[in-house]
């Protein structure tokens, strides 16, 4: 069964400090893997893809097959960072996603 | 582009009543997915389109829940008879699917409030 799991409803931290959302998946075929974000009044949007190697607003998610996990990182948190996140799990084709529960960062002053 | 576009933005409505969500997909996608996000459960995917037909309604929580997309420009979501559960705010997706890991555009969402 395809599933994604974010075992984290809430993660606080103080701004500066490093910020690790995890993300945890189950699929039987090659996965790929999105981060989205929605910050607060806003509508949620893509943040990253795993195929695109790509670092953006300071974070990074690696895939990694052998843990089936693909956690997003950051060095330095910001406040702006503030938001609800999102993993997916994208199944065939069609641009069907899977969404994990979600994990709320608060950034703190 | 306008984006997504999903209306009403608000509803509030009781028990029993009708609720009729309504979706603009961006022109040119041809795939539509319909989630409902609530604190408990996340985002959950109802049921999505492609070419206008529908792929999967196994989301679809119940028979009170119908989706229709009469054409390549707009869907809807239908609750009857709606109930307090049903409360949650209700997002319309579209992508591109020719294009593999094409993202989701995501539309402001419904928020149903069923008293």
């Known amino acids: 069964a395809q599933r994604v799991t974010q075992p984290e409803k809430l993660l606080s931290v103080f701004k500066g400090a490093p910020v690790e959302l995890k993300c945890n998946y189950s699929?039987?075929?090659?996965?790929?893997l999105f981060w989205y974000v929605q910050y607060s009044r806003q509508r949620l949007q893509l943040l990253l893809r795993?195929?695109s190697r790509e670092s953006i607003k300071g974070f990074t998610a690696d895939l990694n097959k052998g843990e089936t996990s693909f956690h997003l990182k950051k060095p330095f948190a910001q406040e702006e960072d503030s938001a609800m996140y999102y993993c997916a799990l994208s199944s065939g084709n069609t641009g069907k996603l899977i969404f994990g529960q979600g994990t709320t960062l608060q950034v703190k002053p | 582009d306008a984006g997504v576009i999903q209306s009403p933005r608000h509803e509030v409505t009781e028990m029993g009543q009708e609720v009729t969500l309504r979706c603009k997909p961006i022109s040119g996608h041809n795939s539509l997915f319909w989630y409902r996000q609530t604190m408990m459960r996340g985002l959950e995917l109802l049921i999505y389109?492609?070419?206008?037909?529908?792929?999967?309604d196994s989301g679809m929580p119940e028979d009170r829940f119908s989706a229709k997309m009469p054409n390549a420009s707009f869907s809807t979501l239908k609750i009857q008879p709606s109930e307090p559960r049903d409360s949650a705010v209700y997002f319309c997706?579209?992508?591109?699917?020719?294009?593999?890991?094409?993202?989701?555009?995501f539309g402001n969402g419904t928020r149903l409030t069923v008293t």
């Open positions: 795993h195929i």
């Open positions: 699929y039987s075929g090659s996965p790929e």
């Open positions: 389109f492609n070419n206008n037909v529908p792929i999967d």
């Open positions: 997706a579209s992508s591109r699917d020719r294009e593999r890991n094409s993202p989701l555009h």
